[in-house]
């Protein structure tokens, strides 16, 4: 029997049993890592590689790096989660991986790694999309969550309020129309001098900040649920190029904290408004930005006021990790989706 046959079969034998032991990786941007996940729900081990230090002196990700990084990680990221599991390729029941969206170059190593692996093993092999894991980051988080709920994914490249009709199944209800949220951060960070990456140093340092400090603009957009970031961006970008141009001091922390203030109530307004109109009970964070401390206390009270309950994943869980991929491929298996050996990165691959 060759591999394609064997794989589908034993995809059908573990849909049938609704159990699997999945190896997951992810490379789509600046994190090589690994984990092995135990239903969907249940992290064996998670590893992790941050490309950071790398990046840090170009003041952002620069793809070739990248790539470069993956190539001499992925081995030892996946040999290192094997054994924090105490396991060896054979005790999986199949390998998925990121295959998009994401850099190119980066995608490749993941996705050229995880088929090699699934053929030498003779396991089967699950696509899975990166935005899908960082939704699914929720089900290792809440052991109980199930759809439909409505999520926001906002991370460095996507802003979607996403509502999840189930698993795998999603209406896109609204999404940025310029910047995502993530990257704004980052632009923010930038023009205030903090390193890469950007968003959780202006975080960091907002909390020693007044966020009324500075009125910065609500930005109005067409669409109920759709965002715009980039008209905030350019006010903060003016600000401090106004003060400096006057020889003017720059309060940095106040800056940094009237910039979060205005990202998460932009943020968290359309989502709770989108979670209402659409009669959810259950609202989620994901994605790089859900780690930001304001946003996931402002959600809180936001949810609590409305009587809905706010779900969110540890921040360990919001940033890129292979777990949540373990996750989504784990559902995707459950509905019968495998690759082939011709399995191909795909740098935009959208999840609606
Ligand atoms: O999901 P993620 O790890 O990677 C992508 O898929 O893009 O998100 C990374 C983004 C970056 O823009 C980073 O600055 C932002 O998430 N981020 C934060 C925080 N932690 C990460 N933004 C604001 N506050 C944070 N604490
Ligand atoms: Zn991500």
Known sequence: MNYEQSAREQADRLRASGHATILAIESSCDETAAAIIHDGREIVSSIISSQIPLHAMYGGVVPEIASRKHVESVDPVVDECLKKAGMTLADVDAVAVTYGPGLVGALLIGVSAAKALAYAAGKPLIPVNHIEGHVSANYIAHKDLEPPFVCLVASGGHSHIVRVDDYGVYTLLGQTMDDAAGEAFDKAARVLGLPYPGGPML????????????????????????????????????????????????????????????????????AVLAAKESASRVMALAGGVASNSGLRNTMNDKCQKAGIRLVMPPPILCTDNAAMIGSAGFYRLMRGEIAGLDLNACPSLRLV
């Open 203 to 270: 975080d960091k340092l907002s909390r020693e900040g007044n966020p009324h400090a500075l009125k910065l603009p609500h930005v109005q957009t067409p669409g109920r649920y759709d965002y715009s970031f980039s008209g905030l961006k350019t006010a903060l970008i003016n600000t401090v190029h106004k003060l400096r141009q006057n020889g003017q001091d720059v309060p940095a922390a106040d800056i940094a904290a009237s910039f979060q203030y205005a990202a998460v109530e932009l943020l968290s307004d359309k």
